[in-house]
């Protein structure tokens, strides 16, 4: 019996925009467009509503942002993924949705392969963060803590865990991972919630701020 599609909730205060993500997203045969939200107030309505799997916020709406409307959400339904979706590449911004519980950001001038991406790893429980956005959070967090931060010891993961964390932090989604270590997607998901076991983390954040104090990343 096939898997069924990921169930998406569209958010933003613009109706053409919704219109062509809708049209991108009911082409694909596993993601099914259940609502669309075109305020901040809606979307956290619809949200506790439908329970979708995947919500793509916009972060600039009326009502309440897509920064508040996250925080709001993730509150109140931890299981539901979010990606923002937005017109702004600033730094704050993608460091705000992040911290605010988003799984994923996406800017909206970014190909329409990158959106359908960032969906199904979200619906998978991963990450998906663009490679530069990825440098931005990095680059973020230096300027924060002047390069140096305490965290948890690197001898307690394998090789093979210090792959796959580098590759995470690359902005590499689990299949790629999987591919590029020629093992399978559940073994890239076994090796992160190992990974996050083991360091007494919980999210890509973390990990980005573990992989940069071990030095396990370049900061361009």
């Given at each position: ?99 605010a519980g988003a799984s994923g950001y996406v800017v909206k001038g ?111």
């Open positions: 019996m096939p898997d069924s599609p990921v169930r998406v909730v569209i958010a933003d205060d613009h109706d053409i925009v919704r219109a062509g993500i809708r049209m991108l997203l009911e082409a694909q045969p596993d993601i099914e467009v259940i609502g669309e939200a075109s305020d901040g107030k809606e979307i956290i309505q619809l949200a506790n509503s439908l329970q979708p799997d995947v919500i793509l916020m916009d972060i600039s709406m009326p009502g309440a942002t897509g920064i508040e409307a996250t925080r709001t959400i993730k509150s109140a339904n931890p299981g539901i993924e979010i990606v923002g979706l937005t017109m702004h590449a600033e730094d704050r911004y993608f460091f705000q949705m992040l911290q970014a190909a329409p392969q990158e959106l359908l991406d960032a969906v199904r790893a979200a619906s998978r429980g991963e990450a998906y963060i663009h490679p530069s956005l990825a440098r931005k959070l990095i680059g973020d967090y230096m300027s924060r803590t002047g390069g140096t931060a305490e965290n948890p010891t690197i001898q307690s993961l394998t090789q093979r865990e210090i792959e796959v964390l580098r590759l995470i932090v690359d902005g590499k989604t689990g299949r790629e991972i999987a591919e590029d270590l020629n093992i399978s997607p559940n073994t890239v998901e076994r090796h992160r919630q190992n990974i996050m076991g083991k360091l007494g983390l919980h999210n890509r954040t973390e990990l980005v701020k573990y992989a940069i104090s071990k030095g396990l990343v370049e900061v361009e």
